[in-house]
């Protein structure tokens, strides 16, 4: 089974600073998708970004960037120039026939 | 467009009752899933649907729990004889495909239900 695991429960950045959310994950699939989902607190699940397996370069939105080590099965999310509606939930996911999400990052910008 | 619907929005139901809460997808999204999503804790996968396929129901945290799905479209997800360990946010995603396909899901607002 695939589980994926966010080991910071709780960050805070300051804005307009960078902030880097960690996630690992762990599989004997070589083909596959990850996820960065954002949950603000109205509750709407918004994916952020995604990345596909079989691609080296890692997949960039806007101020949203992606560090994916596949050898090392790490999937980080790297939020630039952080603004206050970045503050939420952030929930890494794998796919792979079924989607597995971590347990989540809570992110509080700090103005 | 129309995104993943569901209702009611917010449930409030007495110990022992049963529930039954909807999800519309977007239309010819093929995967519809439902996740369990408790306070301040991630996705708890409940069962998934994917086309004509038996659905995936191994999330089921017990036998009060059950979903249809209609059609191809519109699920229905019914806890049974409600517990106060129900009370969670229950969320509908739905996608255009599974596997071999790009897989994003689309969630819906979720239904927060509160057992008293």
């Known amino acids: 089974a695939q589980t994926v695991t966010q080991s910071q429960p709780e960050m805070s950045v300051q804005e307009a600073e960078t902030v880097t959310l960690s996630c690992t994950y762990d599989?004997?699939?070589?083909?596959?998708?990850l996820f960065w989902y954002k949950q603000p607190p109205s509750r709407q699940m918004i994916l952020v970004i995604r990345q596909e397996a079989y691609k080296q370069q890692n997949a960039t939105e806007n101020r949203f960037s992606v560090n994916f080590q596949k050898a090392a099965k790490s999937f980080s999310l790297k939020i630039s120039d952080s603004q206050l509606g970045d503050t939420a939930m952030y929930f890494c996911a794998f796919m792979k026939n079924q989607f597995y999400f971590g347990t989540g990052t809570s992110l509080t910008v700090i103005p | 467009g129309a995104g993943v619907s569901q209702s009611p929005s917010n449930k409030v139901t007495e110990k022992g009752k049963d529930v039954e809460l909807r999800c519309d997808p977007i239309s010819g999204h093929t995967a519809l899933y439902w996740y369990r999503q408790s306070l301040g804790q991630g996705l708890e996968f409940l069962i998934y649907?994917?086309?004509?396929?038996?659905?995936?129901k191994s999330g089921l945290p017990s036998d009060r729990f059950s979903a249809e799905r209609t059609g191809g479209s519109v699920s229905t997800l019914t806890i049974q004889r409600t517990q106060q360990e129900d009370s969670a946010v229950y969320l509908c995603?739905?996608?255009?495909?599974?596997?071999?396909?790009?897989?994003?899901?689309?969630f819906g607002p979720g239904t927060r239900l509160t057992v008293l």
């Open positions: 995603a739905s996608s255009l495909e599974l596997a071999g396909g790009r897989g994003e899901q689309f």
């Open positions: 599989t004997s699939e070589n083909n596959y998708y």
């Open positions: 649907f994917q086309g004509n396929s038996a659905p995936d």
